[in-house]
């Protein structure tokens, strides 16, 4: 029997350190202690420790940490999942305040010399990581996503780099459309639009004719426009999720295209504009639970907007399977026929955590 972990074999050192990765939420902070413990744990957990990596800050500083990571060189390969967080915000309102648009501003800061040497290495970086599969770019959202877009765009279209065939799911702002030809092979696709996005932009993402799951996030857009020009090439879509406050009864039905859509995520309903109002504050539930009245009153609505949407979902895709919305979950498989009173009879599989 081996006296002490060093001295088990390979395979079992890598199961453990995967257990140990994924055992709690500190796992990946105590994976990397127990690394430093000796040669034998160090190389059993370094394709755990460096299978996702995250790198934040200014345009200098990223690059500057990007450079680390090529420089050793064995650890790249290692890499699957790849998080980039470019925090521009403070020079382009810097740049604002001393006159110019958002726009103008963009460009301006993409000419810049940290702009161009960050997203050069970046290109190298995203060359040498040839298991990657998963890319992240953010901000995805506010003020700081248009910026980081336009360096991004600007840096990366002048740089040789070659289609990422291995990468397969993808997450950035709607404006970085770069990584829309770059990464060809997307299953998984997750985009936020903001409200400047128009439906040039979503022409370009939807040459990704092979994307199984779209997750889109509507910053301040309350129309779907943009959504429906970009799932139009998408015949291959089994599941959608938006986040969005929109009139569900005016926005749904312009996805009826979508006749391979399985699963639908929905969100909040309170936000699908169904006449269903619940306290947005602790002290607004505190007066519920005075008032039995109101509270039944509540529950009423709320059923009553849960059987409307679950209506409006099966018209709209009969070959729905399952419907996720105001944090519970619909199994439409266990349907047996088309009617209506029996999907109002069914219940969630997995109910809210309040009552409503």
């Known amino acids: ?32 202690a127990l690394s430093v413990t000796n040669r034998q744990m160090r190389a059993a957990a370094l394709s755990t420790v460096f299978s996702a990596v995250r790198i934040g800050g200014t345009l200098h500083q990223s690059g500057e940490a990007m450079r680390g990571i090529i420089a050793a060189k ?27 648009d958002y726009k103008t501003c963009g460009a301006r800061l993409a ?10 290495v970046l290109a190298q970086l995203l060359m040498a990581m040839c298991g990657l599969q998963s890319l992240n770019i953010e901000p995805r959202r506010g003020v700081g996503a248009p910026f980081v877009s336009s360096v991004l765009n600007h840096g990366l279209s002048m740089a040789v780099l070659q289609p ?11 404006c970085c459309t770069v990584f829309a030809a770059v990464c060809p092979a997307v299953i998984r696709l ?24 779209l997750e889109i996030d509507l910053a301040g857009v309350y129309d779907l426009t943009y959504v429906q020009e970009l799932t139009k090439s998408l015949p291959c879509l089994a599941e959608l999720s938006i986040k969005a406050w929109m009139d569900i009864r005016r926005e749904l039905p312009r ?102």
Request: hydrophobic residues 40%.
């Open 74 to 100: 064995s650890l790249v390969g290692y890499i699957r999942t790849f998080t980039l967080r470019l925090e521009v915000l403070e020079d382009c309102l810097r740049d604002m305040e001393a006159g110019g």
């Open 111 to 120: 000419i810049t010399r940290d702009a161009l040497e960050c997203t050069a």
């Open 255 to 356: 996805f009826e295209h979508l006749r391979a859509l399985r699963v639908l995520r929905l969100g909040a309903l309170d936000r699908l504009d169904m006449g269903y109002h619940p306290p947005q504050c602790g002290y607004g539930w505190d007066e519920l639970m005075d008032n039995p009245a109101a509270m039944d009153s509540l529950l009423v609505g709320r059923r009553r907007a849960l059987n409307e949407a679950k209506r409006l979902a099966r018209s709209v895709f009969p070959n729905l399977e399952k419907l996720h919305i105001d944090r519970a979950t619909f199994d439409f498989s266990r349907l047996k026929t088309d009617e209506f009173d029996e999907l109002d009879a069914l219940e969630a599989d997995t109910a809210p955590d309040r009552a409503l």
């Open 164 to 174: 990422l065939d291995h990468v397969t799911s993808l997450s950035s702002s709607s």
């Open 1 to 32: 029997m081996p006296a002490c972990l060093a001295d088990l074999d390979a395979d079992v050192l890598h199961y453990l350190c995967r257990q140990v990765h994924v055992a709690e939420w500190h796992g990946p902070t105590t994976l990397k």
């Open 190 to 213: 997750s985009i936020c639009v903001n409200s400047e996005s128009r439906s040039e932009e979503a022409q370009k993402w939807a040459v990704q004719p092979q994307v199984a799951f």
